[in-house]
């Protein structure tokens, strides 16, 4: 299934305004759940976010930050916790995170390609 993807603007001025090219690429695909929280905010002002994501969903991208949300094994994931077992209430937010991610996929238009898109649990 192939997914709509928004027209780009061609007045965008590629190099310059993409937060992935300005800063480091590792921190897209860092270890450190904080770092990777960083690489998220930065996306959000990115004038490619959404065919970035729309991308990334179509290539089930294996993990990184791609349109301001974690891939990681071809899933989104709300964040990515450090390793250890979590605490109950890491659970928790875990689960609203949950919520909130797969919202922003339904705000993109991802939503109804749920064959292509699958939350980790």
């Known amino acids: 299934m192939s997914l709509a993807l928004a027209p780009l603007d061609v007045s965008v001025e590629v190099e310059a305004n993409l937060p992935c090219r300005k800063f480091d690429p590792d921190l897209w695909f860092s270890d450190s759940p904080a770092e990777l929280e960083l690489a998220k905010s930065l996306c959000g002002d990115c004038p490619l976010r959404v065919e970035c994501l729309a991308g990334a969903v179509d290539r089930a991208?294996?993990?990184?930050?791609?349109?301001?949300?974690?891939?990681?094994?071809?899933?989104?994931?709300p964040r990515k916790r450090p390793r250890g077992r979590p605490r109950k209430e890491d659970l928790?937010?875990?689960?609203?995170?949950?919520?909130?991610?797969?919202?922003?996929?339904?705000?993109s238009g991802l939503s109804e390609s749920r064959s292509a898109v699958r939350l980790a649990a």
């Open 61 to 77: 991208e294996p993990w990184g930050v791609w349109g301001g949300e974690i891939f990681e094994r071809g899933a989104v994931v």
């Open 92 to 107: 928790a937010r875990d689960a609203q995170l949950r919520v909130e991610a797969e919202a922003r996929l339904a705000a």
